[in-house]
T-cell receptor, first 114, second 112 residues
Framework: DSGVTQTPKHLITATGQRVTLRCSPR?????VYWYQQSLDQGLQFLIQ???????AKGNILERFSAQQFPDLHSELNLSSLELGDSALYFC?????????????FGPGTRLTVL | QKEVEQDPGPLSVPEGAIVSLNCTYS??????FMWYRQYSRKGPELLMY????GNKEDGRFTAQVDKSSKYISLFIRDSQPSDSATYLC????????????FGRGTSLIVHP
């Protein structure tokens, strides 16, 4: 158990809908990362937050957005969903002591868009 | 050319074998190198973390970095069926936010 929690574990929805994925980092970790993992693309970095502020952006679509709250949990919002958004979405957190290179991943949310 | 290349496998070996997993990369700025293990339908788990060139050993696992060749390896000694998983390499450059670039992963199967 990495200490990172994600809810829900599974999500099935229809095209055009909007969903919210939730992540709670390990106790004491200020950085949260979101990743998308699909069979054909591998693990793709989406966005990073540090102590409530956006720190880095990767291949995140405009239909996707995220935020980190004062209690450090984070939410990833996916809107106008398309079939191609079906994937595993992982949240990770990292401690400052390792320079942010050690990332601890949650169990993921499996999103299926029908 | 992708920044990080990793053979997807699968790599099938008998129990007890020495396994060698490899990644090549093109970005000479990479200084931090990580290996993650991912079981099916689970989140990646950090196995090894090394800085710059050289070897690092942890139990049955040895990580090796050759920056001159832009090549990293993970060796697993006395492989066990429980080692069956996908192994992802990751690497990052100093400065900025240290966002790692991941390889696609190599699927390893250790059969009894």
């Amino acid at each position: 158990d990495s200490g990172v929690t994600q809810t829900p574990k599974h999500l099935i929805t229809a095209t055009g809908q909007r969903v919210t994925l939730r992540c709670s980092p390990r106790s004491g970790d200020l950085s949260v990362y979101w990743y998308q993992q699909s069979l054909d693309q591998g693990l793709q970095f989406l966005i990073q937050y540090y102590n409530g502020e956006e720190r880095a952006k990767g291949n995140i679509l405009e239909r996707f957005s995220a935020q980190q709250f004062p209690d450090l949990h984070s939410e990833l919002n996916l809107s106008s969903l398309e079939l191609g958004d079906s994937a595993l979405y992982f949240c990770a957190s990292s401690p400052e002591t390792s320079g942010y290179n050690e990332q601890f991943f949650g169990p993921g949310t499996r999103l299926t868009v029908l | 050319q992708k920044e990080v290349e990793q053979d997807p496998g699968p790599l099938s070996v008998p129990e007890g074998a020495i396994v060698s997993l490899n990644c090549t990369y093109s970005n000479s700025a990479f200084q931090y190198f990580m290996w993650y293990r991912q079981y099916s339908r689970k989140g990646p788990e950090l196995l090894m973390y090394t800085y710059s060139s050289g070897n690092k050993e942890d139990g049955r696992f040895t990580a090796q970095v050759d920056k001159s060749s832009k090549y990293i390896s993970l060796f697993i000694r006395d492989s066990q069926p429980s080692d069956s998983a996908t192994y992802l390499c990751a690497m990052s450059a100093p400065g900025g936010s240290y966002i790692p670039t991941f390889g696609r992963g190599t699927s390893l199967i250790v059969h009894p």
